[in-house]
C-alpha cells in the first residue's frame, strides 16, 4: 500500500513538474516565447520582367530581405494598376507588418495608403514617388525623376548641337518616372528652341517596342539628331533600329543618345561611344529600405522623404574603372 501511494506521489510530482515546464524545460519555454517575431513585408512591384533595371531592384529587395530575415511577401501588378490596388489590399487584410509601393501609376494611391496607416501598416513608398499627401505614407525611397532629366537637359545644352531635333521614346505612362523625366526635357526643348519631332510612351518601358518606333520613323522619313530614351533598354532598341537603317549615333556619329539608368551593360555601350550619356537611376533599395524598417522598429524617427543619390555618365569622361565598380 505504502509503494502505491509512494509511486502516485512520484508520479503526480513528475505531472506537476511538466505542467510548470520543470526547470531546463521551463526556461527553454519561456524563451520560446522570447523568440522576436519574423517581420513580414509586403512588396507591391510593377512588372516581373519590366527592364534589367527592375530585374536588378527585385533581386535587390529579394536579397536584403532574406538577410534581414524578414519573410518577404511579393507581388507584380504586371501592367495592371487596378490589379495592384488589390494586391495592396489583400497584403493589408494579411497583416503584413509593413508594405513597400513600386506604383506603375503615381495617382490613385489615396484609399489605399489611407487603409494600410489605419490598419497600423507602415506605407513606404519605393522607387516612384507616388501623389499622396504627407499623413498617408510613413516615408519614401525614391528617384527624383524630374532632377534625372534636367540633368540630362543641361548636359545637351551644353553639347550645343546645332538645330536639335528630338525623338522622345517615354516609359509607362503615368508612372512618376516617366512624367518626371518627360517633363524635363519638354521643358527643356520650350527653353531651349528645341524641336520635339516624336514624343511616344512605350507600354512597359518595352525595348521591342522602341526599337520597331524608331524604325517606322525612320521609313518615315523623319530626320532627328538627338534619342533621349527613358530607359537603357529602350536606348539599345532604338540604337539597334538605327544600325538596320545605317545611321550612325553615339560619339562620332549623326545622333546623340541619352540613356537612363545606367545599367553595367549600359555603361558598356557609353564607354564604347554608342551611347553619349546614361543618367543612373540607381536600383538598388533592398538595403535601403531594410535600414529604414530597423530605425522604424526601433522607434526612432525616420527622414520622411528620402531621395537617393544618383550621378550621369558621359562618353567623354567615363573610364573602365567606373564600369567596373558598377554593382548591378
Ligand atoms: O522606376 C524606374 C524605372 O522603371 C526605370 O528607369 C525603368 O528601367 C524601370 O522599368
Known sequence: MKKLISSILVLMLMLALVACGGNSAGSEGSEASAEPSVITVGVVQTNANESDWRTANTKSFNEAFTEAGYET?????EGDHAKQISQAQQLIQEEVDYLVVLGLQSAGWEDVAKASMEAGIPFIMADRKLELPEDLYTAMVCSDFEAEGNKAVDWLKSQAIDDCKIVV??????SSAQLGRSKAIEDGAGANGWDIVFNQNMKGWDETLAKQAVADLIASGKEFNVVYAENDNMARGACDAMDAAGITYGKD???????????KWALEKVLAGEFNLDV????LHGPRIVKLINSLEAGETVEKN???DEEMFDCDTITQEIVDARTY
Open 73 to 77: 511577401k511579393m507581388v507584380f501588378g
Open 169 to 174: 521614346l517615354g516609359g509607362d505612362t503615368g
Open 306 to 308: 528620402a531621395y537617393v
Open 253 to 263: 556619329g549623326a545622333v546623340t543618345v541619352i540613356a537612363f539608368d545606367a545599367n
Open 280 to 283: 543612373e537611376c540607381n536600383p
